[in-house]
């Protein structure tokens, strides 16, 4: 036996043994302790179940009974009525339902059920309007002494009668082990039970209302710990000095906009004013700017960048794509065509002379202004004069690779950019440790994009015709294709490849349109190639896969045809959409699905009606889960033991607040705080790199 009891192995717990544990393990569950927090997916409310006899009637009371009558009713005035019966202990009951006609599938005859409501007395019989349904399960033993009875997640082979004996049987043996880490002033000020209290209740609630106590109580210490550990890592930050103080004068920042070809929107603006506060605190800058597709932030990091270049500084800026890479090269270029600033583009497709030269120009100080992917995070590379490094469409990147750029003596100021606009909950959780700036505002002149689901065939050949015809009035179109090559998967009409889509089109649709191909695995040059007749205009149509999702910038090109719409995400789509519509020219969007699915039509439909893209990554988030949105490589494994942060973004906001003040008080570091340090160390130190962190 381990010393800590909580480690105990499941197999040697009353009333598990070997196969047991087996079937327990498949659930993730291999220890006492890792019972003790396997929360139940729900639970059957049998608290104040009554006889029908016993009814009193405006109090809200449960009655259990079998369905013995479903009943649907069309009313005068397009009413309806759906009415059960129910055969219950001491006599009959109906449950009534106005207006709620999806309420007759709910039920299957001789079912087992409680309804829960005021019940009143009308027609010689009780009948409860509208009440709360829970359905009986086989596997529900309404006869057990408890009045609440959870329900868990389950694997083939174990039953839920037996779950719920281990479940308890752990509880009563293992419960008085654990020990709550926080102080009992802690929990009295924010309202907590003690941890141990919290798991009885959890497995044994009396009602619902100790049952979902004790479950907030369990997600508000996951998220604590793990809010916590992000609060540490900020401080860590904050205090690392020392940062360079990158001071702005009025001259520099109007040498700055003079030049921009436009004047910065107000939104920039406000940007640009964090950044500037932040680059002349002597504490490093570490902010996420958030800003919707198109809303200019290139604008911001130059900016940005050319304010630590004037305090003497270098300054770099990395994009997750040669393309993008390029493209913000050519706009750093444009701009400073007339200006000294030394200029030098890194890439991985740099030769090996070349590539020395550049890591030459780098380390001795020369360059002051680089570009680069993440070419530019490898080790051989190493800065004169850091100070100020610009990731742009941070999503594409590991959060972690942050911390290369501050292995250096000096830190480094950072700035994060992204257009993926991050679910309000899980930028306290992944972003958790840095400042944000909210840029909501499109340059003037934006038009909205028109978006349509095009579904049939008679609409995409109407669509054709219209981009046929948007072509040879001189706009440039993007035809976006999930997939690079031909697979054996079949489609419908086979025409979900980047490849086929463009031998087709030449064919058929865009005969005589002069269309070119961009897709991840083509060779470097010939990408590059393409993207050049594509700004210049030479290039009408362009075919291509995700890799125009992000940044893209051609204004004259105002069409997307997006196949296979259905396979991507919400946000993703969003993303793409936002290539079009920056020139003067209405834009349009046409999703092209092959799929008449109610949930992937809706999701589509999200996209048409919203051109917000907070609105859109909500809507992404709350029907795919974070992974998804961010892709999983982002939001990797979190330890969380039982938090979900879609469902309990409540709860992490409370948790985000009493964290933060913790650490930044200095209370964390008092004694009797100990216990919580090292339980968040001990989850989060390796998953979060907090040792790097100090
Ligand atoms: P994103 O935020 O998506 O990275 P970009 O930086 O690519 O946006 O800018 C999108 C387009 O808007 C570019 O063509 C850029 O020149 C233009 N732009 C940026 N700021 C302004 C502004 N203040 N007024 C007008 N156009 C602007
Ligand atoms: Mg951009």
């Excluded at 990158?246 to 939104?267: E, M, N, V, W, Y």
């Excluded at 090109?557 to 209405?586: C, K, P, T, W, Y």
Aim: some cysteine; charged content about 25%; hydrophobic content about 40%.
């Amino acid at each position: 036996m381990p010393e800590d009891p909580l480690l105990t192995p499941l197999q040697f717990l009353t009333g598990v043994g070997p196969k047991r544990a087996e079937l327990l393990a498949k659930l993730g569950l291999h220890t006492a302790q890792d019972l003790l927090w396997y929360l139940p997916r729900d639970y059957l409310d049998l608290t104040d179940v009554r006889s029908v006899r016993d009814l009193e009637s405006g109090k809200t009371q449960s009655v259990r009974g079998k369905v013995v009558d479903i009943d649907y009713r069309q009313l005068t005035g397009g009413r309806t009525l759906v009415a059960v019966l129910l055969e219950c202990e001491g006599g009959y009951l109906r449950a009534t339902w106005f207006n709620q006609v999806w309420m007759y599938k709910k039920f299957q005859p001789n079912e087992n059920v409680v309804f829960s409501g005021k019940p009143k007395w009308s027609q010689g019989r009780w009948e409860i309007p509208n009440p709360e349904v829970q359905h009986i399960g086989e596997e529900d033993d309404v006869s057990s002494a408890l009045s609440v009875l959870p329900r868990y997640g389950l694997t083939d082979g174990l039953k839920m009668a037996e779950m719920r004996r281990i479940a308890q049987a752990a509880v009563e043996q293992f419960v008085e082990f654990v020990t709550d880490p926080t102080p009992p002033a802690f929990r009295v000020k924010l309202q907590l039970p003690a941890l141990s209290d919290a798991l009885l209740k959890l497995h044994l609630p009396r009602n619902m209302h100790e049952a979902q106590a004790a479950k907030r109580c369990l997600v508000f210490h996951d998220l604590l710990d793990f809010q916590i550990a992000l609060a540490l890592r900020r401080r860590y930050w904050k205090r690392r000095s020392p940062a360079p103080v990158l001071q702005t004068t009025p001259k520099i920042d109007a040498r700055i906009r003079r030049l921009f070809p436009f004047s910065l929107t107000a939104g920039q603006d406000a940007a640009i004013l964090d950044i500037v506060n932040d680059l002349q605190s002597g504490s490093a800058m570490n902010r996420l700017l958030q800003a919707d597709v198109g809303a200019g932030k290139t604008a911001i990091a130059i900016y940005g960048m050319l304010v630590a270049i004037a305090a003497g500084y270098q300054a770099c800026l990395m994009a997750p794509t040669e393309l993008l890479t390029v493209q913000h090269w050519q706009t750093v270029e444009r701009l400073l065509s007339h200006s000294r600033v030394q200029r030098l583009l890194l890439t991985g497709g740099l030769g090996t002379k070349d590539r020395q030269a550049a890591l030459e120009q780098i380390r001795s100080g020369t360059a002051q202004l680089v570009v680069g992917t993440q070419a530019l995070i490898q080790k051989d590379v190493n800065f004169a004069k850091l100070g100020l490094v610009v990731v742009d469409e941070q999503h594409r990147f590991g959060v972690m690779q942050r911390a290369h750029f501050s292995s250096g003596a000096e830190t480094v100021h950072m700035l994060v950019m992204t257009a993926t606009p991050i679910p309000r909950s899980l930028c306290l959780t992944q972003f958790g440790d840095l400042d944000l700036s909210i840029n909501g505002e499109l340059p003037p002149g934006r038009q909205k994009i028109v978006t349509s689901r095009v579904s049939t065939a008679v609409n995409r050949a109407k669509a054709w015709d219209f981009i046929r015809q948007k072509v040879h009035s001189g706009r440039q179109v993007y035809v976006v294709c999930p997939r690079v090559e031909d697979s054996f998967e079949s489609f419908s009409d086979g025409l979900a490849s980047a490849e086929a889509m463009y031998r087709r089109l030449q064919e058929d649709e865009l005969q005589g349109v002069h269309i070119g191909l961009v897709h991840g695995q083509m060779d470097r040059d010939l990408k590059a190639q393409q993207m050049a007749e594509f700004r210049a205009g030479k290039i009408q149509v362009l075919v291509s896969t995700t890799v125009i999702e992000v940044g893209v910038d051609v204004p004259n090109a105002n069409i997307m045809v997006i196949f296979q719409a259905e396979r991507f995400g919400l946000s993703q789509l969003h993303q793409l959409r936002g290539r079009i519509g920056r020139g003067d020219f209405q834009g349009y969007c046409f999703l092209f699905t092959e799929t008449d699915k109610a949930d992937a039509m809706q999701r589509l439909l999200a996209l048409e009606t919203s051109t917000n893209g907070f609105e859109i990554a909500e809507a992404d988030f709350k029907l795919r889960g974070p992974g998804d949105v961010l892709g999983t490589r982002q939001h990797g494994d979190l330890p969380l033991k039982v938090a979900d942060l879609v469902r309990d973004e409540a709860v992490l906001k409370e948790a985000r607040a009493a964290a933060f003040t913790l650490v930044d008080s200095g209370v964390l570091d008092q004694p009797d705080y100990a216990m919580l340090k090292i339980r968040v160390l001990d989850r989060f130190e390796k998953p979060m790199e907090l040792s790097r962190s100090g």
